[in-house]
Nanobody, 117 residues
Framework: QVTLVESGGGLVQPGGSLRLSCVAS????????MMWYRQAPGKLRELITS???????NYADSVKGRFTVSRDDAKNTTYLQMNSLKPEDTAVYFC???????????WGQGTQVTVSS
């Protein structure tokens, strides 16, 4: 059984930081690109960052320079370091594992991030 479990969300003031973690089980972690999406109320789901099995990363313009994605294959874990948070970063954040050879995805259940004073 494949599971992706996100953690680290919560309430933070504008300008603050959070680090999200996503632990995967049931997959060969090194065969997957890891991605983070977010969905704010009333908005479409947004791909914000990805990191391939060899460590190449990409970022949406909305988070570039503020968020950093990383992975630790020994721990089957991907991280999202979020700095300089803004109220518009408020959303549910989802971790996704995308199989690089066959293209299918596994999704986590999401973790809520709220940026508010």
């Amino acid at each position: 059984q494949v599971t992706l479990v996100e953690s680290g969300g919560g309430l933070v003031q504008p300008g603050g930081s959070l680090r999200l973690s996503c632990v995967a089980s049931g997959i060969t972690f090194g065969a997957y690109t890891m991605m983070w999406y977010r969905q704010a109320p009333g908005k479409l789901r947004e791909l914000i960052t990805s990191i391939t099995s060899v460590g190449d990363s990409n970022y949406a313009d909305s988070v570039k320079g503020r968020f950093t994605v990383s992975r630790d294959d020994a721990k089957n874990t991907t991280y999202l370091q979020m700095n300089s948070l803004k109220p518009e970063d408020t959303a549910v954040y989802f971790c996704i594992a995308n199989n690089e050879k066959f293209g299918y995805d596994y999704w986590g259940q999401g973790t809520q991030v709220t940026v508010s004073s």
